[in-house]
């Protein structure tokens, strides 16, 4: 469930508006602002997601929302199904009248509780609170404040298949010299050492830098033009030289067709996909973390997900966070639902984590502990702003496209005003 582009084929739908009321579906329309209330209820929430990849994914989401106004029947909930690029979507229509009244948002930007876009949900936690992971917490706090419950973590890592590895006599890597020799070694006339994005790029830049020991903002500054970043970068160009990472293929790194059609030996993939994963290649696949760039360094997990924030200049912020409160708070059942029914995620809560049989054995319950063992996530001033100017950097820097310290210095100079502007 990590953001990415709309696979409507994949889907099997497309993207529209669910109202429900009192637990029946009242309405059913592809204008998000469509629909009106109905039955007894007197306020209408509108709700919005983004078109999930997972199946089932967006039934379950309607589900809850019926169970949800059968339980508050005045309140009735529409839910925003959003196709294609949500996050500009989700942007241009907040700037007006139609704007949702809950929303979800992948990379949580500190510059919305600047603006007084968001609501502060703390009064919402109670005693659940300390359920909540640390890292959740501080990623969803600014100015002392949380705006936010997370949803899902998910969890990205590399994948690879055993048989290939263990017929090539390759040990899965521990650095990233010897991820580099194995994906060069490993490349064939037929299947490429590495997939880990159709532009050749990917969290590459991302994984690299924090894997030597350096950071993407570090105490409100850019810091992904430092010494380790610049060392990281130069590194991983390799990759390129060494014509070993697969390209233009059919589907994107967020899914794992790549890996189960032989198409790469390795890939940079979720935890989301594992379940097919597991049903294309058995047990003849393992996870692994992006190696440390060096003996002594450490290796990297990435952590996204999504979510859950309340628009504080919506027209219903106490229905809104009473629905938020409800569905990420209290309902562990659902939440343990939407967490391994719809691909693999590994829940905020500890309590629900514990509970998540699926997450408990085998190949996941391994995953679920590199997570937590060498997770990071993006930084919470990582706005689209700042994330441009890093990816076009980092992206120029990895495929030979000027100099590497130059271009992460130029890169980090435009995003430093832009994380100015999110400072509360």
């Known amino acids: 469930m990590s953001p990415r582009k709309a696979d409507l084929c994949r889907r099997g739908f497309l993207g529209g508006s669910l109202l429900l009321v009192a637990g029946a579906v009242a309405a059913c329309s592809t204008d998000p602002a469509g629909s009106g209330s109905a039955g007894g209820?007197?306020?209408?929430?509108?709700?919005?997601?983004?078109?999930?990849?997972?199946?089932?994914?967006?039934?379950?989401?309607?589900?809850?929302?019926?169970?949800?106004?059968?339980?508050?029947?005045?309140?009735?909930?529409?839910?925003?199904?959003?196709?294609?690029?949500?996050?500009?979507?989700?942007?241009?229509?907040?700037?007006?009248?139609?704007?949702?009244?809950?929303f979800e948002l992948g990379d949580f930007e500190t510059g919305l509780?600047?603006?007084?876009?968001?609501?502060?949900l703390d009064d919402i936690y109670g005693a659940s609170k300390s359920d909540f992971t640390s890292t959740n917490l501080e990623y969803l706090t600014?100015?002392?404040?949380?705006?936010?419950?997370?949803?899902?973590?998910?969890?990205?890592?590399?994948?690879?298949?055993?048989?290939?590895l263990d017929k090539a006599g390759i040990k899965v890597p521990t650095t990233f010299a010897e991820l580099a020799d194995a994906a060069k070694e490993l490349t064939t006339k037929n299947t490429k050492g590495l997939f880990v994005g159709n532009d050749g790029v990917g969290d590459a830049p991302f994984n690299a830098i924090l894997s030597n020991g350096g950071e993407l903002v570090a105490d409100g500054k850019a810091a992904f033009a430092s010494a380790q970043a610049v060392e990281a970068l130069t590194a991983v160009k390799r990759l390129h030289a060494d014509n070993s990472l697969l390209r233009g293929f059919t589907t994107d790194w967020w899914d794992p067709s790549a890996l189960t059609q032989n198409a790469a030996a390795m890939q940079w993939g979720g935890l989301w996909s594992m379940p097919a994963v597991e049903k294309e290649l058995g047990e003849d696949f393992g996870v692994a973390p992006w190696p440390a760039l060096k003996a002594g360094g450490k290796p990297m997990v990435r952590i996204g997900g999504w979510s859950c924030l309340v628009n504080a200049k919506g027209g219903n912020v106490e229905a809104a966070k009473k629905y938020v409160q409800w569905l990420?708070?209290?309902?562990?059942?659902?939440?343990?639902?939407?967490?391994?029914?719809?691909?693999?995620?590994?829940?905020?809560?500890?309590?629900?984590?514990?509970?998540?049989?699926?997450?408990?054995?085998?190949?996941?319950?391994?995953?679920?502990?590199?997570?937590?063992?060498?997770?990071?996530?993006?930084?919470?001033?990582?706005?689209?702003?700042?994330?441009?100017?890093?990816?076009?950097?980092?992206?120029?820097?990895?495929?030979?496209?000027?100099?590497?310290?130059?271009?992460?210095?130029?890169?980090?100079?435009?995003?430093?005003?832009?994380?100015?502007?999110?400072?509360?």
Request: aromatic share 8%; hydrophobic share 40%.
């Open 328 to 424: 990420w708070i209290a309902q562990t059942d659902l939440q343990k639902d939407f967490s391994q029914s719809y691909g693999l995620h590994i829940p905020p809560r500890k309590a629900v984590v514990a509970e998540a049989d699926k997450l408990r054995t085998g190949t996941a319950k391994e995953a679920v502990e590199l997570a937590a063992q060498y997770g990071k996530a993006n930084p919470n001033t990582w706005s689209s702003a700042v994330r441009t100017a890093f990816s076009d950097a980092a992206s120029k820097a990895m495929t030979g496209q000027g100099d590497v310290a130059d271009l992460l210095t130029a890169g980090a100079a435009k995003a430093q005003p832009e994380i100015d502007k999110q400072k509360v």
């Open 142 to 164: 600014a100015g002392g404040k949380l705006y936010g419950v997370k949803q899902v973590d998910d969890a990205m890592m590399l994948y690879y298949r055993k048989s290939t």
């Open 41 to 102: 209820a007197k306020t209408t929430l509108n709700v919005w997601y983004h078109a999930y990849g997972e199946a089932g994914t967006q039934q379950a989401v309607t589900r809850y929302a019926t169970a949800f106004t059968k339980a508050n029947p005045d309140i009735a909930v529409k839910i925003s199904w959003i196709p294609g690029d949500y996050q500009a979507k989700l942007n241009s229509t907040l700037l007006t009248s139609e704007a949702p009244d809950v």
């Open 113 to 120: 509780a600047k603006s007084g876009q968001i609501a502060a």
